[in-house]
């Protein structure tokens, strides 16, 4: 079963891409060892990168945002291009939005699928949108996010438009720690 794209699921999807210039630049920082607030917008706040996990709030129609991410440390699959894979967390307290998790694929996923995502051996299944994967709910997005928590190895297993499957693995190093300082910056209203 697949539910429809909502209005709040466009303006996550939306965020997420809005902030993807400010995403790549802290990363490309970090990549060449830059310091961090000299990439920003100053509109955007690093809130510190936590292992392998970087977190940030930034203003949106007047409502703080926070948001953290990591990209994996392993990708399989028998492709020969791919954009930029993450996988994100995101509070929009402003609009009641807590612990929404989306994996950005870096392709198109093949229409009407799901993707799986394993945390230490529990599974999870996600619907797709364009190169984007939701979980179904809120209660899922929370038991998604209880489960990095605590977890140690985090897999998101999904399928292209050209009918590729993939593989990414993420660690959860640093994910409790980059949680708390959204969860601070953050706090639900």
């Not at 993807?20 to 510190?48: E, N, P, Q, W, Y």
């Not at 291009?81 to 694929?105: A, L, Q, Y």
Request: hydrophobic share 35%; proline share 2%.
């Amino acid at each position: 079963m697949h539910w429809p794209a909502t209005d709040e699921t466009m303006t996550t999807h939306a965020a997420i891409r809005a902030a993807g210039g400010a995403v790549r630049r802290l990363l490309f920082a970090i990549a060449l060892g830059v310091t961090l607030t000299t990439t920003v917008t100053a509109a955007d706040k690093s809130l510190c990168t936590f292992k392998v996990w970087s977190a940030m709030s930034f203003d949106e129609d007047d409502k703080t945002v926070c948001m953290m991410w990591s990209q994996p440390e392993k990708s399989e699959g028998d492709y020969k291009k791919r954009g930029e894979i993450f996988v994100f967390v995101t509070h929009r307290p402003g609009d009641r939005e807590m612990n929404k998790v989306s994996f950005e694929s870096g392709y198109k996923f093949k229409e009407s699928t799901e993707v799986r995502v394993t945390i230490d051996g529990q599974a999870y299944t996600l619907y797709t949108d364009g190169s984007t994967a939701w979980s179904y709910n809120g209660k899922d997005d929370t038991r998604m996010v209880n489960a990095m928590r605590a977890g140690v190895k985090m897999i998101m297993e999904g399928t292209s438009s050209r009918g590729t499957q993939t593989r990414d693995t993420y660690s959860l190093s640093g994910f409790t720690a980059a949680h708390n300082s959204i969860n601070k910056a953050c706090k639900p209203k």
